[in-house]
């Protein structure tokens, strides 16, 4: 099942290499694992969440938001109880990361989430894993069963006066249900539609008590800072955006997978040296940096460092790290069409710049694809895709609209020239 | 109502409901449980997951039918998932999905007559490292090729009985 290439030169994030897993919880502490835990919880609550401040870690999900600062936003005097809810929904494409963990090494990832649970003083957390993900769901919940047996989990975690349950709650096939509130609206057995802010969920989360969403990834970096100390884990990355992060590289590519490298690695060093460089050697055409929402780069572009400030100046995102490259050859607007149709099919259907704008910006791409594109197309979508952004509840809409006004702007010769001629010019 | 959940099912289904402060909350793993059980979610199988979890009817049909992976129809005893999303795409999903649509004759959203396959056109199933990737009921099947599809094809023809 897994022959990707998984390369680990740092080995902080990706210690299993292809073929490897650590699925025992005996294998996994005789690699010092859990001493992390043990450092945290023999810390004040506000020490590990000061800890993780200072380790500069940003969500891992997609926004980038500094994990220590959210934590501080549940309010102290609320006296119901608090969840942590970990995202392992997975959903947008181009990403395969948080699977590694699930798959090939979960504790890391349970380390984190006690160490995040106790700091924001939850006893529950839920891990909200994707439902296509049932082989992944199957080796979670055994890991977690072995850390009950071990009482490293229940009661009393460790044997302090601290009680922790961590559940696995299966999604069901829902792009949206990634979206964190959308998220727990899935748990609480609902369809999955994004709620409206405030409240945020720190304050009124799920169950209507407050609630802290993570990233997978996220997690296991909150076990690297405690495990290695926070000045360190910031030298694994960038001052302002510490620790090692991990790239889903994947498109035209020699090696395609998953890469750690330090957050900020410049991204033609992703392509080239790490994934050995594109097929057959083939010119960069565009690539798509973190994930299939966020804004292409052309080929002029990718001497780029890829960390979240550097491409959010850039006009794009590292969103999941998730790194699309496509080659010359390849049509951009049969590229746009695979992801329009995504984001159509995936509107909820709330609000009405997305429920009807992706389906129009979908059918539209289809249009100048099938050769049946009309002059003015082009204004159109980035018309259409400009009245979606900032008008709807959660950031589906603006994830659809991102990649047309991208693609349209950075690519408009070929749209025009689809339409001019009546036909896709690569024979599509 | 003749529907009961089998005693491993049943017992998944208790543990599920020490997990959560109300009933609602185990609605989808209850439903994903009787998707396994029952091969798709009839209208008798939604009402009796709305019975066994105390919630009304249409607090169950309304949840159901907005996720994907809940099963409104019957599927194949083999249910072949093709991902055509953005990577898979640039990897030749579309040549995999022509193949599999020639080889079982059928098109997505359908089913051979003999029951045994379903074909469908899926989203990004996160492989994207080993594009293109299919998922057949539980397991994935990545690095596809017309080869290995014909492989897997014939295998599990052979393992459900098919010709
Ligand atoms: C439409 C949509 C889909 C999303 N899907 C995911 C997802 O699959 N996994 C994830 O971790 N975050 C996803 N997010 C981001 C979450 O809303 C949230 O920001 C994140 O889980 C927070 O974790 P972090 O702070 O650790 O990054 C999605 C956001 C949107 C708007």
């Not at chain 1, 695979?338 to 910006?361: D, K, V």
């Not at chain 2, 029951?115 to 056109?121: M, Q």
Request: net charge negative; charged share 25%; with cysteine.
């Amino acid at each position: 099942m897994n022959d990707q290439t998984i390369e680990t030169p740092g080995k902080h994030l990706l210690r299993c290499g292809p073929g490897e897993d650590i699925l025992d919880l005996d294998r996994h502490l005789a690699t010092g694992g859990f001493e992390a835990v043990k450092k945290a919880l023999d810390m004040q609550p506000d020490a590990v969440r000061e800890e993780v401040k200072k380790g500069n870690l940003r969500g891992r999900g997609g926004a980038g938001f500094p994990a220590g600062v959210k934590w501080g936003f549940i309010p102290a005097d609320n006296p119901k109880p608090r969840y942590l809810l970990v995202n392992a929904d997975e959903g947008e494409p181009g990403t395969f990361k948080d699977r590694y963990f699930l798959e090939h090494d979960p504790f890391p990832l349970l380390e984190g989430i006690i160490i995040s649970a106790y700091a924001i003083g939850a006893n529950t957390s839920y891990i909200y894993v994707r439902g296509e993900f049932v082989k992944q769901i199957r080796i979670l919940e055994d890991c977690i069963a072995q850390l009950y047996k071990s009482g490293y989990l229940g009661e009393k975690v460790l044997g302090r006066d601290y009680k922790l349950d961590i559940y696995v709650h299966p999604g069901a096939g829902a792009y949206i249900c990634g979206e964190e509130s959308a998220l727990m609206e899935s748990i609480e057995g609902k369809p999955g539609r994004p709620r409206n802010r405030p409240p945020f969920p720190a304050v009124v989360g799920l169950f209507g008590c407050p609630t802290i969403i993570n990233n997978v990834e996220t997690m296991a970096c909150v076990s690297l800072v405690f495990r290695h100390g926070a000045e360190k884990f910031v030298q694994m990355g960038l001052e302002k955006d510490g620790g090692p992060k991990i790239y889903c590289l994947s498109g035209h590519l020699k090696k395609p997978g998953l890469y750690e490298a330090p957050m900020g690695t410049n991204l033609k060093t992703l392509i080239y040296d790490y994934a050995g460089g594109t097929l057959d050697d083939r010119p960069i055409k565009g690539v798509i940096p973190g994930g299939s929402s966020t804004p292409v780069l052309t080929a002029d572009e990718i001497d780029i460092s890829m960390d979240f400030s550097s491409l959010a100046a850039a006009g794009t995102m590292l969103g999941s790290g998730a790194t699309i490259v496509f080659t010359e050859g390849t049509c951009p607007v049969a590229v746009l069409k695979r992801i329009s149709q995504f984001y159509a099919h995936e509107s909820c259907g709330q609000c009405t710049p997305c429920r009807s704008g992706t389906g129009w910006l979908s059918r539209i791409v289809d249009s100048i694809e099938s050769g049946n594109g009309r002059a003015g197309d082009c204004d159109l979508l980035l018309d259409a895709a400009g009245n979606i952004s900032g008008n709807t509840i959660c950031a589906l809409g603006d994830a659809a609209a991102m990649p047309v006004t991208s693609f349209v702007t950075k690519f408009r010769d070929e749209f025009e020239r689809h339409i001019a001629e009546g036909r896709c010019p690569y024979g599509n | 109502m003749t529907l009961a959940f089998t005693a491993e099912s049943e017992e998944k289904f208790k543990a599920l409901l020490g997990r959560y402060p109300n009933r609602q909350a185990a609605l989808i793993p209850t439903l994903v449980i009787a998707d396994r059980e029952f091969g798709y979610l009839s209208r008798e199988v939604m009402e009796y997951v709305a019975e066994r979890l105390d919630l009304p009817k249409t607090y169950v049909l309304n949840t159901a039918t907005f996720y994907t992976l809940l099963h409104k129809q019957p599927v194949g005893r083999y249910h072949v998932q093709v991902c055509v999303n953005v990577s898979c795409y640039l990897n030749g999903a579309d040549h995999i999905a022509d193949h599999l649509k020639r080889k079982l004759g059928i098109g997505f959203g359908e089913i051979t007559e003999d029951g045994l396959f379903s074909l469908e056109g899926v989203q990004c199933l996160a492989s994207c490292g080993t594009a293109p990737a299919i998922q057949v009921n539980d397991d994935y099947h990545e690095n596809m090729t017309p080869e290995k599809a014909d492989q897997l094809i014939d295998s599990l023809r052979q393992a459900g009985g098919g010709q």
